[in-house]
């Protein structure tokens, strides 16, 4: 029996991310809370995908706080499948990044699996960050992988993709993680991305979500675009502006930073876009940005 995917798709900004006026959002905010009900018709899968970083001096103001927003926007958005990037090892007053996000998750009752890769040393600030997937259903045949050509880099075996299956009742797919590594070229990270998602023949299905370090439009990911879909294209009201915080990170007022932050779907599968909404009060609202990316939000339902 032929099933039929809906996809609705919301990068959420925990508040507006007009940067002329950041406390109005220009979109409805009560679409996150319409949509994340589970109806009658359908199955509804949930993806949270945030890069976590910023200006280590901007993280360490105050760790407790800061390492609390994290865990508050997954508690908040309730996801099946959370792609953390950018992920701390340890910073100044937080030993255990990723042991502390599960440890506050748990004392939420937020049961849940997860990975975490140190994929590699960020020497010029003293620190180590990488990955982490965190899964409510268990995480098969996990891989963690890092490409060849970065040998020559002086890491530990740190990973530039994580994926896992997804399975769940009658829905099996194939998730990955992504972010390039800083020591590799645009072409480089981009052909391998598409090579080793050309590994995973058994999977109809494939959702890639992760900080590209690219805008849809760069002439790096066209060759991507051959197999995969681009979520906020088919979005009906083109609202991914943008996804990187650059008044944040320069402090000019009404500077605009880029849409590098993607979800992609395999050009095979039955999916539609309802809705794309940005939300961005997390960097707004009081002195503790999380970091200079936005988180991406994914709600997929299933027929």
């Not at 609705?8 to 991310?17: A, G, K, M």
């Not at 991914?240 to 095979?268: P, V």
Request: charged share 25%; aromatic share 10%; proline share 4%.
């Amino acid at each position: 029996m032929t099933r039929i995917l809906i996809i609705i798709i919301s990068l959420v900004f925990l508040s507006s991310c007009n940067v002329n006026n950041k406390t109005n959002s220009g979109v409805n905010k009560d679409v996150v809370n319409d949509v994340v009900n589970d109806s009658d018709d359908g199955t509804t899968l949930k993806i949270l995908n945030y890069n976590i970083r910023t200006d280590i001096s901007l993280m360490t103001r105050n760790p407790d706080a800061w390492v609390q927003k994290i865990v508050d926007a997954i508690i908040k958005f309730n996801p099946d499948i959370v792609g953390l990037v950018e992920v701390e090892e340890s910073i100044q007053g937080l030993d255990n990044i990723p042991q502390e996000i599960e440890k506050r998750l748990n004392e939420k009752n937020f049961k849940h699996y997860s990975k975490y890769e140190v994929r590699f040393n960020q020497v010029e600030y003293d620190g180590e960050f990488g990955m982490m997937i965190i899964s409510k259903v268990p995480i098969k045949d996990y891989i963690g992988y890092r490409p060849q050509y970065l040998e020559n880099i002086k890491t530990k075996d740190k990973d530039l993709i994580q994926s896992f299956t997804y399975e769940k009742d009658d829905l099996k797919f194939r998730f990955f993680n992504y972010h390039p590594h800083p020591g590799s070229t645009a072409q480089e990270s981009t052909n391998f991305l598409l090579e080793h998602l050309q590994d995973f023949t058994d999977s109809e299905l494939k959702i890639i979500s992760g900080d590209f370090n690219l805008p849809i439009s760069s002439p790096y990911m066209s060759n991507l675009l051959r197999y995969y879909r681009n979520a906020c294209d088919e979005s009906p009201d083109k609202s991914c502006e943008y996804t990187y915080d650059k008044e944040l990170m320069t402090g000019k007022k009404g500077e605009k930073g880029k849409a590098i932050d993607h979800i992609l779907i395999s050009n095979n599968a039955p999916v539609k876009v309802e809705v794309v909404s940005v939300h961005c009060d997390h960097n707004a609202n009081d002195n503790i940005p999380v970091s200079d990316h936005f988180p991406v939000y994914g709600i997929f339902k299933i027929k």
